[in-house]
């Protein structure tokens, strides 16, 4: 089975700090994802990689960035919380190449900024 | 602007019958699109995917349906069960580009 497993699940965090959240994925998929939910407006894509060291942005990159120095890592990176960005945040990856992969999800992290 | 839409925030449906949920698109490039099932305070799941070359796929209780023409999807659950309840996402993928595009969701509340 394809297990996408991000580190922490549950997170607060103040105003300003910077937060890291990891991702890691162990069926050698090339592509990886960062998402961000939130009630009302689905699944909105960050960042993401279709190759270690590259990154794209995605639909909502501002105050965020992104890390991939390996293969099967994956790291959210934002500089400097803010309230609004307390949400569920999913990292997922797929297999590269032509379309008709499907996309798996880790369990989410939950971060709330104070 | 979204490019796959779920018109739709939630739907209820007596344990039995027959639930269906609906997605629409814009883009002419998608030829991929898939359906996840979400439970609260935790990841989307896999359900059931089709390609553009189809019209048609099932699996179990579950059956997508494509129509190219009209850029609308649907997913059929028959019969609902109870543990069915959660919020169901389509996605989209363009040809040969590995970038998935989500609906907003809609809530499904089956009940005993």
């Known amino acids: 089975d394809v297990k996408v497993t991000q580190s922490s699940r549950y997170l607060v965090k103040r105003t300003g700090e910077k937060v890291f959240l990891e991702c890691v994925q162990d069926?050698?998929?090339?592509?990886m994802f960062w998402y961000r939910q939130d009630p009302g407006l689905g699944l909105r894509l960050i960042y993401f990689s279709y190759d270690v060291k590259m990154k794209e942005k995605g639909d909502i990159p501002e105050g965020y960035s992104v890390s991939r120095e390996k293969k099967e890592r994956f790291s959210l990176i934002l500089e400097s919380a803010s309230t609004n960005q307390t949400s569920m945040y999913l990292c997922?990856?797929?297999?590269?190449?032509?379309?008709?992969?499907?996309?798996?999800f880790g369990e989410g992290s939950w971060l709330t900024v104070v | 602007d979204q490019q796959v839409k779920q018109n739709s925030p939630s739907l209820s449906v007596q344990e039995g019958r027959i639930s269906i949920l609906n997605c629409d698109y814009t883009n002419s490039m998608f030829d991929y699109f898939l359906w996840y099932k979400k439970y609260p305070a935790e990841g989307p799941t896999f359900l059931i995917s089709i390609s553009s070359i189809k019209d048609k796929n099932e699996d179990g209780r579950f059956t997508v349906f494509l129509n190219k023409s009209a850029k609308h999807l649907s997913l059929h659950i028959v019969p609902s069960q109870p543990g069915d309840s959660a919020v169901y996402f389509c996605a989209a993928s363009p040809y040969n580009f590995n970038k998935f595009y989500f609906g907003s969701g809609t809530k499904l509340n089956v009940k005993p």
């Open positions: 997922a990856s797929s297999f590269g190449g032509s379309s008709g992969n499907t996309i798996y």
């Open positions: 069926m050698d998929h090339e592509n």
